[in-house]
């Protein structure tokens, strides 16, 4: 008898640029948080707690030199995560289409959702505080498994139901955008500050 793990999903995490930068990085979030009142404005509307500049700004790598650095290296690790996901890119290219600023207080989170409309997704964490909201994935198969048992405790990672990423400062996780994900409540009194980012798939 023989067993083979079929369909994996793959989730990439890695040390993305210096301390310098994402101290540089850290001034800049914190800019934004305090200038950037259609940000604010949209976080009030929506109950979000904390910053956020996903509804304000689009255009952050041409605003700041230390967005515009973020992207290079951002953009050289999602090409070879693309390349663990054996994509056929012929006549295409990856483009960042997305990138957004997050702080989190205490008891902020984020639900679970997707990322309509793009191929890569991920998040580069500026600022962990101990206790800060893990990143939580779900098995996308979640839904059709009907009548399936539980799992026994000790299950391996690669098999569980959930998976909860602890993130830490200067690193970030690339996944595919169809992988459903949620940030889990920051339990730190100290607000939890990241860069989230799509890749959409661009015809050449």
């Not at 604010?40 to 967005?67: H, I, K, M, V």
């Not at 799992?151 to 595919?176: C, I, N, S, T």
Request: aromatic share 10%; proline share 5%; charged share 25%.
């Amino acid at each position: 008898m023989s067993l083979r793990s079929l369909f994996p999903t793959l989730v990439k995490e890695t040390e993305i640029g210096s301390v310098g930068l994402r101290d540089a990085l850290e001034s800049v979030c914190w800019l934004l948080e305090e200038e950037d009142q259609a940000g604010n404005d949209w976080c009030d509307a929506q109950g979000y707690d904390g910053y956020t500049s996903y509804a304000s700004l689009d255009d952050l790598p041409d605003r700041f030199p230390e967005f515009s650095a973020l992207k290079e290296l951002l953009d050289k690790e999602a090409a070879t995560f693309a390349k663990a996901l054996h994509w056929d890119l012929a006549g295409f290219r990856l483009e960042l289409d997305a990138i957004w600023v997050n702080i989190l207080g205490e008891g902020g989170s984020h639900s679970n959702h997707i990322h309509p409309g793009s191929v890569i997704s991920g998040t580069y964490y500026v600022d962990v505080p101990d206790g800060a909201g893990s990143l939580k994935l779900e098995d996308p198969r979640l839904s059709r498994m009907m009548a399936a048992p539980q799992l026994l405790d000790d299950a391996p990672e690669d098999m569980r139901r959930f998976v909860y990423l602890e993130p830490k400062e200067g690193h970030a996780f690339f996944w595919e955008s169809w992988l459903r994900h949620e940030v889990m409540p920051n339990r730190s009194e100290d607000p939890r500050v990241s860069i989230s980012f799509n890749y959409a798939l661009i015809r050449d």
